[in-house]
């Protein structure tokens, strides 16, 4: 990054901090009257207004790239650049140093309209995917909680958040702007996308430091940062600042281009840089030798550069932004966005999906099977205390909650919400996996209701209800809980329990600490039933080599009763706790061969996919709950779902709309669909330009006269390229869809040895053939030599295309797809017909004798042969081919 624009960074990095610093040291009173704002929120008037006065709620970098700015990026390729050189060294030789009369535009206008192809595709395939993935991401929101005056709250798009808003705050959202803290209750955030600490922080409405100008902004503990996310508890804020003028957006130009390449993007340039030194070393060579030979140094700048056009695969950028773009449409249509074009390539790769158990192997639809006491037998007022708790709660109010509500009133609950008020909250987190409400009744005597995890729950309970007396929970008592809890458990139901206690002090600063010496009540078990589609889907992604793993914070006994009704066989399983006790080194063994991975944590869930990627699988990670973002990003590709919590979404490559393995069993076969086209391309690229090069090295070496001219070549390669612009509509072989499609960088260089000779030697026979048989061996039947090569050069350049696409018998066993075979064939068709026409005599080439297309079906297809046969050799020792 330049200097300069380094400056401007910290200057406006500094500008909003102080701006933060200000409102830190404010009284909330002053903030309010300063921002024009109150408790109660801004009128939709007013905040129409200020939407128009500072724009909508997005970092600079979120806004698309206006089109002449996307036109001028296509030319920064490369292989765009060496033809705008050789086009201007054209123009220097045949038009600005020649007379008028003598000038000739034709080699600069076909390198033009080559870059022009080029150029025009790949901005126009850019330009419009563009458009489709903002018409994408307008399919998934990402929301707010906003009060508004006369509306309430409102869940709204956070981009039309604006300064002076009232936001509220729960578990699981992420913070939408720069905001000063009015109430909260348990309020922790992550602020790793901004500081890199994994430990969250904890957030108050008043302040325990006063802040000074040399206070870390970050360090704040009554402001939030655009970016953050809620850990666990809840909070109600004032905007201070949005979009651009948050500290997030002020730094997000530093963070442009920080993402690392993927191995795919990291071997495209690989392959571009070496066809270019290739191009750089093969053309001086042909230049000298043609100059030594012919004494026409003239001729032979111009033959050079026609062969280092020949060498120039100014296609590729455009077949890999087509095809890229082309499979994020596709997959849209089946339900799944791309955010990250180049993670399509990483879906075709993955060989290991890890995955969480709701929602993909389960309907994601809990109802309330069991409400039982202690004992085990069915008890109303264990679910009416459970309804109290899930009804006074405004944290994170998951499936269970929902499942609870619902069956309250069917049982007629719904009159329990009048009699009790709620007198305080204890939010739900990730670390005590529970949930308090302190509630109080018309006479004022308060209570208070905890549900969570068992094991939690009972570490808590000092006493319990059992046999309608409220005993000291004994040992014996707690082994009956969890014989009965494990039998429910092995019946593939999930189990919370419900504890009480009564007697609570009249306060309002209720906390942790006060979840103890409680009673246990009883129990809810939960049915998840598994999906009738997981089944197949997994079955499916196992024929297309990708290996299933769970990976779920929910006990060994409910995950194993689910894996074992979808058909995902557990070899293995792990527990939480046993990953503790092993290193990295260790875990990595380990998690290769384990299928179920059980009670595990956020951190050990981003460090099982490390131990998986230290062993060379590419991984992907599908999940959508604020447990599961550490995961997210760890993934080679981060699968998430449109209803996922918003810290889920934001950190995911690839976002489903409907939480389903079948349609990502479809994103993972459009993705080796997208690989396999480009490696086409590249292959194809790679051998013929390296089996050219011999071909005109032998030619010019014993020729006494250009083995084309330097017109000539152009337009082959002019045609060469038209007839691969089908290659992005091709299809593959189900054999190659079947197995995950990982960039080899060592393959490229070895199919360009074996194949790319090929081409030389039916090159180096038409040269005989032209030269023996026809007799095209002095300069003055130069012509009908040039005319033989061109048409034998053009069509078996063509046809290696359908002979490199499948490891097959082409034609015979598999087929091109119908753009590919009209375009491939529309050229040769043009190509044969050139030296009849007048175009072709206007560009030196002659008709050719009835006799030689005889040779030509003889050499064609003794080059389809060895082909073949060099494709078998290759396959078996290798064992691999595209």
Same mark, same amino acid.
């Given at each position: ?46 905040? +129409? ?14 806004? $698309? ?109 992420? %913070? ?31 302040? +325990? ?23 666990? !508890? ?14 997030? !957006? ?33 053309? $001086? ?76 192997? &389960? ?87 905890? +549900? ?71 129990? %809810? ?100 709950? %604020? ?48 690989? !396999? ?62 197995? $995950? ?76 797809? &119908? ?64």
């Amino acid at each position: 990054m330049k200097k300069k624009n380094k400056d401007i960074i910290i200057k406006d990095m500094r500008k909003v901090t102080n701006h933060i610093l200000n409102f830190s040291k404010m009284e909330l009173h002053e903030i309010y009257q300063i921002l024009k704002t109150s408790e109660g929120g801004l009128t939709e008037e007013i905040a +129409k207004k200020r939407l128009e006065e500072y724009g909508p709620n997005q970092v600079a970098q979120e806004k $698309p790239t206006p089109w002449y700015i996307q036109l001028l990026q296509t030319f920064k390729n490369p292989f765009i650049l060496v033809l705008v050189i050789l086009a201007i060294v054209s123009w220097v030789t045949d038009v600005a140093t020649v007379p008028v009369e003598e000038q000739n535009w034709i080699a600069i206008i076909i390198i033009g309209t080559m870059v022009s192809i080029s150029v025009i595709l790949q901005f126009m395939q850019e330009y419009k995917s563009g458009i489709a993935a903002q018409q994408l991401k307008n399919l998934v929101t990402t929301t707010s909680a906003i009060l508004r005056q006369g509306k309430g709250i409102e869940e709204i798009d956070m981009s039309q958040i604006v300064p002076g808003d009232i936001l509220h705050l729960a578990a699981g959202d992420m %913070i939408p702007a720069d905001v000063r803290i009015i109430s909260c209750k348990d309020l922790f955030i992550g602020q790793s996308a901004l500081t890199g600490e994994s430990e969250p922080v904890e957030k108050l409405a008043n302040p +325990k430091h006063l802040a000074t100008d040399h206070t870390s902004i970050t360090d704040l503990d009554h402001i939030c940062l655009l970016g953050t996310t809620v850990i666990s !508890g809840s909070g109600v804020a004032v905007v201070l600042a949005t979009g651009d003028d948050t500290y997030f !957006g002020s730094m997000a130009t530093s963070l442009v281009g920080q993402k690392a390449q993927t191995s795919f993007e990291k071997g495209v340039n690989s392959v571009s840089w070496l066809l270019i030194r290739f191009m750089l070393v093969m053309v $001086p060579i042909v230049f000298l030798i043609n100059g030594l030979t012919k004494r026409d140094w003239l001729e032979a700048l111009l033959f050079a550069i026609s062969i280092a056009v020949g060498l120039t695969p100014e296609m590729l950028p455009m077949i890999v932004s087509t095809n890229l773009a082309k499979g994020a449409m596709k997959m849209a249509k089946k339900k799944t966005v791309v955010k990250s074009l180049n993670s399509i390539q990483n879906l075709g790769a993955m060989n290991i999906l890890c995955t969480d158990k709701t929602g993909t192997l &389960t309907l994601d639809k809990i109802v309330v099977e069991k409400y039982l006491n202690v004992q085990g037998e069915e008890d109303s007022r264990v679910l009416r205390h459970a309804y109290l708790n899930s009804y006074h709660q405004t944290g994170l109010r998951n499936l269970m909650d929902r499942a609870i509500l619902e069956r309250g009133k069917d049982k007629e609950f719904v009159a329990l919400e009048k009699e009790y008020t709620k007198a305080d909250e204890i939010p739900f987190d990730f670390s005590r996996r529970r949930m308090s409400v302190v509630i109080q009744d018309r006479n004022g005597k308060r209570q208070l209701i905890t +549900k969570g995890a068992v094991e939690e729950m009972v570490s808590i309970c000092r006493f319990v209800e059992y046999k309608e007396e409220v005993l000291e929970l004994t040992p014996q008592i707690k082994k009956e809980v969890f014989e009965k809890v494990t039998s429910l458990n092995k019946e593939g139901m999930r189990v919370i329990a419900v504890a009480q206690k009564n007697d609570i002090p009249d306060e309002n600063n209720f906390g942790v600490r006060d979840e103890s010496d409680m009673v246990l009540m009883g129990y %809810i078990a939960f049915l998840d039933p598994p999906k009738d589609s997981a089944s197949y889907a997994i079955q499916a992604l196992q024929d297309h080599g990708v290996t299933v793993k769970v990976l779920t914070g929910d006990n060994e006994f409910v995950t194993q009763k689910i894996c074992k009704e979808v058909g995902l066989e557990v070899e293995h399983l792990l527990l939480g706790s046993d990953i503790e006790g092993l290193n990295d080194e260790e875990l990595a063994v380990v998690a290769e061969e384990t299928t179920v991975f059980a009670k595990v944590s956020p951190l050990q869930k981003a460090r099982i996919i490390q131990a998986l990627q230290s062993k060379d699988h590419t991984v992907g990670f599908l999940g959508d709950g %604020i447990n599961d973002a550490p995961a997210l990003r760890e993934a080679d590709v981060g699968i998430s779902v449109d209803t996922a919590v918003d810290i889920a979404k934001e950190s995911s490559d690839i976002i489903l709309l409907e939480k389903d393995l079948i349609v990502l069993e479809e994103g993972v076969i459009e993705g080796r669909m997208t690989f !396999g086209n480009i490696i086409k391309y590249i292959k194809m690229t790679a051998s013929s330009n390296f089996g050219n090069v011999f071909s005109v090295l032998v030619a010019s070496a014993f020729l006494p006269f250009l083995p084309m001219l330097p017109l000539q070549l152009l337009i082959q390669n002019l045609f060469y390229d038209i007839s691969q612009i089908g290659i992005p509509w091709d299809s593959m072989d189900e054999e190659y869809l079947r197995q $995950p499609q990982k960039w080899n960088a060592d393959d490229i260089g070895r199919f360009m040895i074996y194949i790319g000779p090929i081409s030389s030697i039916f090159d180096i026979i038409t040269f005989l053939v032209m030269w023996y048989v026809f007799k095209a061996n002095g300069p003055e039947t130069q012509s009908l030599f040039h005319s033989g090569w061109f048409i034998v050069g053009l069509l078996s350049q063509t046809l290696i295309v359908h002979m490199i696409r499948t490891k097959k018998i082409p034609f015979i066993q598999s087929r091109a797809a &119908t753009p590919l075979l009209l375009l491939t064939g529309l050229i040769m068709v043009v190509g044969i017909a050139i030296p009849f026409t007048t175009f072709g005599s206007s560009i030196g080439l002659q008709s050719l004798p009835p006799l030689y297309f005889l040779w030509l079906i003889g050499i064609l297809l003794a080059y389809s042969l060895l082909t073949q046969f060099i494709k078998k050799i290759y396959i078996k020792k290798f064992n691999t081919w595209l």
